[in-house]
């Protein structure tokens, strides 16, 4: 979802284990976020989920694809553990409402998968990994709209960098993050990335105009 | 990802792949209370049909409704074609209009890859004369990956009247891509003289090819195609190459039957067959349009060719 560079650069590697997985690290990156840091933020969103939800009984956490996805089953697990009792998680692929399509070659669809119960009358979280301009999240408005009628619905993201483009807040927010637009967050998680960190770099060169291209999926 | 879809054979093994993953997921929007997706709203799709149809023109319009776009429909029963109009003059007034993608049934094989020489939109082939059928063939190994669990190295009997059949043409080509095995079975008659050059088996004998086959798929005896004496009786073709209930029983237990439709109850498949359990002749519609929007999408939903840029993302 981020704007990754591929191979980057060998003397920067941001921190030891982080450079194996599918994502190549950012040139110049530096280490925000830590395994331990993101371990508490989750434990305490999660907390906060449970607190702002009365117990958590009608929630139901969708991860937004890619690393959201990871995200919300950590954030669920937090929940089943403190509560005693599974809670309800998906995933809510946004592609296909996504406001920027016709500047790219047709994207590939991540995965949809709503529990059978459905969203209809559920508090619906919905965990991304970073908040940017906002755009991700008001497709994953409109798509949640068309599987139904949630009770509420909440954000939850691990890193709000700012710069936001539309009226768009989050509930809960793991980590504050200030940045310039000219900077590139990316989260690395365990699950697909073999480790777990938030690297904050340099965008390529002409490539960081703006959150409207470089940070498209966020 | 390509920009018309005109044969089987244009579809590298990722971009088939990915037209398969890609119809996976849609396929979820028609279990949803909103059976509809914003993507494609104020594109144009035209469904040129020159030939009569029925799924395959109500596919690829409640495919491209479900994405949104606005559908035109034009056969030429009716239209100025009846009063003598050329493809290419039809193809420029389509173009006039705007359209973005022109779906296109023909007669006349090649058809589809003239007009897309003609007009800016995507040209996508929903059957052109007795050479190609893509679509046909790509919800077909969506029907078979769905069922079976995997392409490579399935084996799949397709069985009738290949000669006429652009269904057998693009199911070889598109199936050959995937890694799977196929074997033709018709009578001589009914196979083409380059039948050769394709990558597949040829057997003239179906009590031997079923035992081994995964996949079994019959054609339909075109008798609208069928200009000469290709076999002496309808009786003696069932006989020999229709698929009955103690033919099924050959097949392992896994092995499914499909027909592209419309059948010939009792020619080339009887009955009891056709009802079976094993029969995904119903599913393949279901699954017909689920491909076609796959295929809309990749053609249409993205940029257009000329602002292509590297995909960063994924």
């Not at chain 1, 694809?65 to 553990?81: D, E, I, K, N």
């Not at chain 1, 965008?203 to 291209?213: F, I, R, S």
């Not at chain 2, 009792?266 to 067959?273: C, H, L």
Request: hydrophobic share 40%; proline share 5%; aromatic share 4%.
């Amino acid at each position: 979802m981020h704007a990754l560079q591929s191979g980057g650069s060998p003397e920067s590697g941001p921190a030891p284990g982080v450079t194996h997985g599918r994502s190549a690290t950012l040139p110049g990156g530096k280490v925000v976020l830590g395994s331990e840091e993101i371990r508490r933020a989750l434990t305490r969103v999660a907390h906060e989920i449970l607190e702002r939800t009365d117990g958590g009984g009608d929630v139901l956490l969708l991860g937004i694809p890619t690393r959201g996805v990871p995200l919300a089953h950590r954030l669920a697990a937090g929940l089943a553990q403190v509560e005693g009792r599974p809670v309800l998680v998906g995933s809510l692929d946004i592609t296909m409402y996504r406001d920027d399509l016709r500047l790219r070659p047709a994207r590939s669809l991540g995965h949809t998968d709503v529990p059978s119960s459905g969203v209809d009358g559920k508090i619906v979280v919905l965990v991304d990994d970073v908040l940017y301009s906002g755009r991700t999240v008001r497709a994953a408005l409109d798509a949640l709209g068309d599987l139904g009628r949630p009770r509420a619905v909440q954000l939850a993201v691990l890193v709000d960098r700012g710069h936001r483009e539309l009226p768009i807040r989050a509930d809960y927010v793991g980590k504050n993050l200030p940045t310039s637009q000219r900077e590139v967050v990316q989260v690395l998680l365990s699950e697909i990335d073999g480790a777990d960190a938030v690297v904050l770099g340099k965008a390529a060169g002409a490539d960081a105009a703006g959150p409207a291209q470089a940070g498209a999926g966020q | 990802m390509i920009r018309h879809l005109i044969s089987a054979a244009d579809l590298s093994r990722d971009d088939a792949v990915r037209i398969l993953d890609t119809a996976e997921e849609l396929a979820q929007v028609a279990d949803r209370p909103i059976r509809k997706l914003p993507t494609l709203r104020g594109r144009t799709v035209v469904n040129l049909f020159y030939e009569d149809s029925t799924r395959t023109r109500i596919s690829f319009e409640a495919a491209a409704k479900r994405l949104s776009a606005d559908v035109i429909n034009f056969s030429a029963k009716g239209s100025s074609v009846a009063k003598g109009e050329s493809l290419k003059d039809t193809a420029l007034t389509l173009e006039a209009m705007g359209a973005d993608a022109v779906v296109i049934r023909h007669g006349a094989s090649g058809a589809p890859y003239r007009l897309a020489s003609w007009v800016r939109g995507s040209v996508v082939n929903a059957g052109d004369g007795t050479h190609e059928h893509p679509t046909q063939a790509l919800l077909d190994a969506f029907t078979m990956r769905r069922r079976l669990g995997r392409l490579e190295g399935l084996r799949v009997t397709i069985v009738g009247d290949v000669l006429h059949s652009r269904v057998a043409r693009s199911n070889v080509l598109l199936l050959d891509t995937l890694g799977a095995e196929v074997t033709l079975v018709a009578p001589p008659t009914l196979l083409p003289l380059a039948v050769g050059s394709w990558p597949c088996e040829v057997s003239y004998d179906l009590d031997g090819e079923l035992p081994k086959s995964d996949v079994v798929m019959m054609l339909r005896v075109q008798a609208e195609r069928m200009n000469a004496a290709y076999f002496p009786t309808v009786r003696e073709y069932s006989r020999r190459y229709g698929l009955d209930a103690s033919r099924m029983a050959l097949l392992p237990d896994q092995a499914i039957v499909m027909h592209p439709g419309p059948m010939n109850r009792g020619v080339e498949i009887a009955a009891e067959v056709a009802d079976s359990v094993r029969s995904t002749i119903v599913e393949q519609v279901a699954n017909g349009v689920s491909i076609r929007m796959a295929v809309l999408y990749l053609l249409l939903g993205g940029a257009e060719s000329g602002t292509e840029r590297a995909e960063a993302a994924r």
